[in-house]
Structure formats: structure tokens, C-alpha cells
């Protein structure tokens, strides 16, 4: 079982940048996909981002792209999440995910989540 631990979450005026980071431990993860979902007040967790294995690939929501970017390091069994130009619906809680089939947007292909992270950006 691989346990994932976020950190990096905190509160940032809108516009201004997060960098999350999300370290697994229990095993290595260097062959999974992983990838960040968030949870806003009310409404459903929904995708953010996913990274392939070797770091490949990258897949973005809409509402993300060319704000946020993905990327990982397998040699410390991390990921990361580069948030710039934030703004108030950004504010969620983010989660971190792996997976060994994991497929971006897909919460039933996420073998493991991490406790979450509470981002706030204010206005």
C-alpha cells in the first residue's frame, strides 16, 4: 500500500502562485501514473492534472491549463503540482494521487489518495 503525504497548501492572494508537493512512501512509485484532483466547498472532487510514469506525458483540466503544471521527481517519489495565477476558484482542497492503471479523470482508476491539502486564495 503506498501512503501519499501532500504539503504546500496555504492561503495566497489571487494571482499570486502555490507550489504543492505530494511524497510517497511504502513503496516506490516510479511506475504509476499520479496526478492531483481537488474538492472546492459543495461540490465534487474533480481532476486537476495527471503525469505519466516517466514523466512523458501530462494531462490538464481545462480549467487549469496554462496556469498549472505538473511534474515529478521519481529518484525522491514526488510529485508536484505548480499552481501561478490563481484566483478564488481555485480554492479547494487538493489531492494527490497514484495508481497503477491510473487514468486522468478517472477517480475509480486511483489506487491510492493522499489526506489532502487546503488551498485558499483570496480575492
Known amino acids: 500500500q503506498v501512503q501519499l503525504v501532500e504539503s504546500g497548501g496555504g492561503l495566497v492572494q489571487a494571482g499570486g502562485s502555490l507550489r504543492l508537493s505530494c511524497a510517497a512512501a511504502?513503496?516506490?512509485?516510479?511506475?504509476?501514473?499520479m496526478g492531483w484532483f481537488r474538492q472546492a466547498p459543495g461540490k465534487e472532487r474533480e481532476f486537476v492534472a495527471a503525469?505519466?510514469?516517466?514523466?512523458?506525458?501530462?494531462y490538464y483540466a481545462h480549467s487549469v491549463k496554462g496556469r498549472f503544471a505538473i511534474s515529478r521527481d521519481n529518484a525522491k517519489n514526488t510529485v508536484y503540482l505548480q499552481m501561478n495565477s490563481l484566483n478564488p476558484d481555485d480554492t479547494a482542497v487538493y489531492y494527490c494521487?497514484?495508481?497503477?492503471?491510473?487514468?486522468?479523470?478517472?477517480?475509480?482508476?486511483?489506487?491510492?489518495w493522499g489526506q489532502g491539502t487546503q488551498v485558499t486564495v483570496s480575492s
Open positions: 494521487a497514484v495508481g497503477p492503471a491510473l487514468v486522468p479523470g478517472i477517480e475509480a482508476s486511483v489506487s491510492s
Open positions: 511504502g513503496r516506490t512509485v516510479s511506475s504509476y501514473a
Open positions: 503525469i505519466s510514469w516517466n514523466g512523458g506525458s501530462t
